[in-house]
């Protein structure tokens, strides 16, 4: 058999986004963290807070002490109704 006939099923030189964020930060075809800082409006006090997206420890409102997010395995889960904004670096 020639290597010229032979065809991949999967292109690995163009893969999809979806496939590249589900990759390991280290596996990607460009290498870069799956973590971000973004700002937390609070629904009581309306003060921004920023929040590592995967902070390990309950995050509190400056203003009114509010929880803003709780720690889960990998990314922190964010309170229900409070508005968020990635930061751009």
Known sequence: PTHENIRLAKD???P???EEKRKHEKKRLVHGPNSYFTD???T???KITTVFSHAQTV???VGCSSVLCQPTGGKARLTEGCSFRKKQH
């Open 16 to 18: 999809s986004l979806e």
């Open 12 to 14: 690995l030189l163009h």
């Open 59 to 61: 995050v509190l409102c």
């Open 44 to 46: 009581g006090c309306c």
């Open 40 to 42: 937390v409006k609070c």
